[in-house]
C-alpha cells in the first residue's frame, strides 16, 4: 500500500508528484552528501492543487507530503518515495508527522492571525523530516489580507519548506499567489473507480457503494457518507421529493422552510457535542473548578470561544445546504437528459419515477431555468445573503421554471 491509493482516478497527477518526489529525495540525499544538486528537478516550493468537490484535493496533498518525508531504505535501491509503511510516509498519513502541517478550518475565513503563525513556521527548517511540509487545504477561504500575508512567504520560501494549497479553481486564489506555484487540476473520479474504493477500503456491500457513487457522481466523500449513514439517506430522499411539492406558492415557501430547518439541525448536531468538550477543556485550562465560577478577567477568553463557535455552527450549516443543492441541481440534470433523450447515465435512479413525472411536465427550457435557480441561490448564498430567504426565491423560481 503506497501513499497514493487513496488517490483515485488520478493517473496523471499522481505520476506528476511521484516523479517531483523522487526529484526532492534526490536533491535532499546530494545536499546531505554534499554532493552537486540535481540540474533538472521538477521539484519546486509551492503548489496549487484544484479541481471540483470531491476530486481529492487534500487527499493529493497529503500524499504528497508524505512521499517528500518517506524514509524507506527501498529508496537507495531506486524505490520510489511514498511507500506507505515507513515512520515518515505513516505518521504523515496520519497527522502526527512534527513536519507536516495540515490546515482546514471549519469556519466561513481564514484570517490574518492564523496565517501569519503559519507563514512564521513556514522558515524553521524540519524538526526531524526531510522537508517542511504546510498543507492549506482551504486556500480559498483566505481573507484578501491573508493572502497577502501568505504571498511574502510564497515569494521568500524557506530553503526546505513546500506550501501545498487546495482550491476549487484557480479563480479562488490571488492571481499574485497562484502565479507562483505548480498548478495541478484533478478530475471527478469514475464512480467505478469511487465504488470499488468503497468496497475495498470501507467494507460497503457492493450494491449500496455503487448506487452512493453513482448519486453522488464521484464525490468520495459524500459517497461515503451515503454509503454508511442511513440519515443522510434519508434527507437526500427529502431533497429529492422537493420538485414535486413546489407546485403553489404556499408549498414553495413550506418546502423552503423545511430544507432551512434540516440544515439547522444537521449543524446543531454536529457542533453541540463538540462545542461541549471545548467549552469543558477552555474552562478547565483558565482554571475553573467542575461547575465552579471562572476566574477574573477570563470572561474576554470565553466570549471569543462563543463567537467561533457560532461561525462554526454558521459554515456547517451553509455546508449541509450546499450539499442539498447540489442533489436538487443533480436532479434537474436528470431530468433534462430525459428530456433530450440524452445517453448519459442517470445519477438518481432510485427517484426515477420523480424524474419521469417532472420531465413530462415541462420542458428542456424550463428545466435549464430551474438548473440556473438553483445556481443562483448557491452563489447568493455565498454572498451572505439570508438563507431562508435565498432558499424561498429558489423555490419560486422552481415553480414558475
Known amino acids: 500500500m503506497s501513499v497514493w491509493d487513496d488517490l483515485v482516478g488520478q493517473g496523471q497527477v499522481e505520476e506528476q508528484l511521484a516523479a517531483a518526489a523522487r526529484d526532492a529525495d534526490a536533491l535532499v540525499t546530494a545536499s546531505a552528501a554534499g554532493k552537486p544538486v540535481p540540474p533538472a528537478s521538477r521539484m519546486t516550493h509551492a503548489w496549487l492543487f484544484t479541481g471540483p468537490p470531491g476530486s481529492g484535493r487534500a487527499t493529493a ?18 524505490g520510489a518515495p511514498g511507500c506507505g509503511f515507513c515512520d515518515g510516509c505513516h505518521t504523515s498519513l496520519i497527522g502526527t508527522h512534527a513536519d507536516v502541517e495540515v490546515v482546514r478550518t471549519d469556519l466561513l475565513s481564514i484570517g490574518v492571525k ?45 530553503p526546505r519548506t513546500v506550501w501545498l494549497l487546495c482550491a476549487p479553481s484557480l479563480e479562488d486564489v490571488l492571481p499574485t499567489i497562484r502565479s507562483r506555484c505548480r498548478h495541478l487540476t484533478l478530475r471527478t473520479p469514475p464512480v467505478d473507480a469511487v465504488a470499488d474504493v468503497l468496497v475495498r ?31 443522510a439517506r434519508s434527507r437526500r430522499a427529502a431533497v429529492l421529493r422537493l420538485p414535486l411539492r413546489v407546485e403553489d406558492i404556499g408549498g414553495c415557501l413550506k418546502a423552503a422552510q ?27 485550562a483558565l482554571g475553573a473548578a467542575a461547575g465552579g465560577r471562572l476566574p477574573r478577567g477570563t470572561a474576554g477568553v470565553m466570549k471569543e470561544l462563543e463567537d467561533r463557535q457560532k ?35 442517470i445519477a438518481n435512479v432510485d427517484a426515477e419515477d420523480a424524474l419521469d413525472r417532472v420531465a413530462r411536465a415541462s420542458t428542456p427550457e424550463r428545466t435549464l431555468r430551474r438548473i440556473e435557480a438553483v445556481i443562483a441561490c448557491r ?14 426565491a429558489m423555490t419560486v423560481a422552481l415553480r414558475a421554471g
Open 61 to 78: 496533498a497529503r500524499a504528497f507530503a508524505a512521499a517528500l518525508q518517506c524514509t524507506s531504505p527501498d529508496r537507495a535501491l531506486g
Open 379 to 392: 452563489r447568493a448564498l455565498d454572498r451572505n445573503v439570508a438563507p431562508l430567504l435565498a432558499v424561498e
Open 201 to 231: 477500503r470501507d467494507g460497503v456491500d457492493p450494491e449500496r457503494a455503487s448506487f452512493a457513487a453513482r448519486a453522488t457522481q464521484g464525490h468520495i466523500d459524500r459517497a461515503r457518507r451515503l454509503a454508511t449513514d442511513e440519515g
Open 114 to 158: 492564523e496565517t501569519r503563525e503559519l507563514v512564521r513556521r513556514a522558515q524553521l527548517s524540519p524538526a526531524v523530516g526531510r522537508w517542511q511540509a504546510i498543507v492549506l487545504e482551504d486556500a480559498d477561504r483566505l481573507t484578501e489580507g491573508a493572502g497577502n500575508v501568505l504571498l511574502k512567504a510564497v515569494e521568500e520560501p524557506a
Open 311 to 345: 461561525r462554526r455552527k454558521t459554515r456547517t450549516q451553509r455546508d449541509s445546504l450546499d450539499l442539498a443543492l447540489t442533489d436538487l441541481a443533480g436532479f434537474y440534470r436528470d431530468v433534462l437528459a430525459i428530456q433530450l433523450g440524452s445517453r448519459t447515465a
Open 258 to 284: 423545511e430544507l432551512i430547518d434540516t440544515a439547522t439541525d444537521d449543524a446543531k448536531q454536529v457542533s453541540e457535542e463538540v462545542d461541549a468538550k471545548e467549552t469543558e477543556e477552555m474552562k478547565a
